[in-house]
């Protein structure tokens, strides 16, 4: 049987006795939202048509390819299992948007959000033999209170909105585990003494062991008789190997608890902030990072391979990037996981376009699964900030709310105290760690003259300003303190594609006519960045044209527009923040 995605999805978290469910369901369209009154959550009741999983509905890998409006959409297949003899969890890595799951008829549960992984314990709900697993998706796009990042709300795509995504696309799982079992692990490097703490959630009680090694080589270890409840202890390593840009340097674990075992790992790094710098493991480390918003042609929000993913991070490095806003989309685990193993860094950051942030009740459709967002890839030493929001604009004649702008910071803060917190991209900040903006000024001798007064008098040039009119009120929305980190977040964007007339496709700028004028455009922006001693980071956009929007370094089949190597020798050049 020819299984897609047939990878372990966590491979932070591993136990050796899973089952990949990917392949072949059954698949209805259920736009009247009725299918449960009508009974296609039973048992034995088949669906209409059939859908290759983990691919959108709307992907040609799906096998269904209905780029329309889904409301609601079913999916059912059945699985041979034996007797259980501890717990079976069934795992899904991601389904839009709201989800139920029914196994042999029984509900087992529900979940809100579609960007993060959960799962259920289904084990009461099995029988030896047999079983059928049910699920149910239903998203509306147009919904001001779901969280939907680039997809359209639109029949077409258009502008920067993109083909929509809806039901499960992520890998579908079971999992073994014994009675006793090791719930969840976080991981809290410390590089000045060569050391990690680790907090380990147990269900149940039995021994515990911990065991850390480096390239196959012992390096520390920890154990605990009849464990239980919340661990908490701190391993010193015999063998000090820092997680770096390119140098992704990651010690193995392997915890056993009575009979259940997990396989995992950590990068030793710490980043910090200092003045107007980021600093990474102590050093000034200038970011050099690409806006990469994770669609593929054929599989829109999924990766047809786990090579896919790879490949994305490699044509990155290829150019001069070290790094990535993962932009309006959670990605995936093994996407992180290829770039803690490349020593990529990157930005976690959530989908929330498609919110209306001028409405309160915003935080209640992000915050949960944001939390979630942050709770889950928490370990993965290539996440190096955290951005919730991404360009705030008001809407219907009102002023985003800042209220929850702030809170949404101060909870990401409480979760996670290791990493700096952007709050809201580009603007309008509130509380913010670091102040980015967002200028797509063409004319580098413009881009630099907006810049430089950074260096001479600590004045930051706002987009904003001067002060902007709402509902025939002008305020300031924004103005850079002057004592933290700042960085433009996103520049460049610059139209480029053989075929404009034909294509219907935009960038930033007119299209730029041969490689010649693109490179010195190129090299005259950034210049204006990698010059400017109080700057410790930039984002250029983007790393592939998406659909309609076509001002990628490489088209959306993954081709460069222009050499790669000419493209790494402008951006790689050193620093200014990195030479003093």
């Avoid at 392997?254 to 102590?282: A, C, I, P």
Wanted: charged share 25%; with cysteine.
């Amino acid at each position: 049987m020819n299984i897609p995605r047939i990878e372990h999805p966590r491979p932070g978290f591993v136990r050796p006795n899973w089952r990949n469910l990917n392949g072949q369901w059954q698949f209805e369209i259920d736009n009247g939202r009725s299918g449960e009154a009508r009974g296609l959550h039973k048992a034995g009741t088949p669906l209409s048509g059939s859908i290759t999983v983990p691919f959108c509905p709307e992907s040609p890998l799906s096998g269904v390819g209905n780029r329309d409006f889904m409301y609601g959409v079913w999916y059912k297949r059945t699985v041979e299992l034996d007797a259980p003899s501890g717990r079976v969890l069934l795992h899904f890595g991601a389904v839009d948007y709201r989800c139920k799951v029914f196994v042999n008829g029984t509900s087992v549960g529900e979940h809100k959000g579609g960007y993060t992984s959960f799962s259920f314990d289904v084990t009461a709900a099995l029988r030896p033999g047999e079983n059928e697993i049910a699920v149910y998706a239903e998203d509306d796009t147009r919904d001001l209170l779901i969280p939907s990042g680039k997809q359209s709300e639109r029949y077409n795509s258009w502008g920067c909105y993109y083909t929509r995504t809806t039901g499960i696309w992520q890998t579908v799982w079971l999992e073994f585990v014994p009675e006793a079992h090791i719930i969840c692990v976080k991981y809290y490097p410390n590089i000045a003494d060569s050391s990690v703490t680790m907090e380990v959630a147990l269900r149940g009680s039995a021994d515990f062991s911990c065991q850390v090694s480096f390239a196959g080589r012992p390096v520390g270890g920890y154990t605990a008789g009849n464990a239980s409840g919340l661990l908490h202890f701190t391993v010193p390593l015999t063998e000090r190997h820092l997680w770096d840009v390119g140098q992704g340097n990651l010690y193995d674990v392997v915890f056993t608890f009575g009979e259940d075992r997990v396989d995992s790992y950590f990068g030793l790094r710490q980043v910090r902030l200092d003045g107007h710098k980021v600093l990474l493991n102590d050093r000034p480390v200038f970011q050099r990072l690409v806006l990469d918003q994770g669609y593929y042609p054929d599989g829109i929000y999924t990766a047809p391979s786990d090579a896919d993913l790879v490949r994305d991070i490699e044509l990155s490095m290829s150019m001069g990037f070290n790094g990535a806003r993962l932009h309006e989309k959670v990605f995936e685990e093994r996407f992180l996981y290829h770039a803690d193993r490349l020593g990529y860094l990157v930005w976690g950051e959530y989908p929330d376009w498609g919110l209306d942030h001028s409405d309160p009740h915003h935080v209640y459709a992000m915050l949960p699964e944001w939390m979630e967002a942050v709770d889950r890839d928490f370990n993965h030493p290539a996440i190096v900030g955290w951005c919730p929001h991404n360009e705030t604009w008001d809407q219907n004649g009102r002023k985003q709310y800042d209220p929850a702008i702030a809170l949404i910071y101060d909870v990401t803060k409480a979760l996670d105290p290791t990493r700096p917190c952007i709050d809201t991209s580009g603007n309008f900040h509130v509380k913010t760690d670091i102040y980015d903006v967002h200028d797509y000024e063409q004319d580098p001798a413009i881009f630099r003259e907006h810049y430089d007064k950074l260096m001479t008098d600590g004045a930051l040039y706002e987009v904003f300003d001067p002060p902007q009119s709402l509902g025939g009120r002008y305020e300031r929305r924004q103005r850079y303190p002057g004592n933290i980190p700042v960085f433009v977040s996103e520049y460049g964007g610059a139209y480029w594609t053989t075929k404009p007339d034909a294509s219907g496709g935009w960038g930033y700028g007119e299209n730029v006519r041969d490689a010649e004028e693109f490179l010195t455009r190129l090299r005259g922006l950034t210049d204006a960045l990698l010059d400017n001693e109080r700057m410790f980071a930039f984002c250029y956009t983007q790393l592939t044209d998406v659909e309609q929007e076509q001002n990628g370094l490489y088209t959306f089949g993954r081709q460069p527009k222009f050499d790669p190597r000419a493209i790494h020798a402008i951006l790689s050049r050193p620093a200014a923040i990195e030479k003093n």
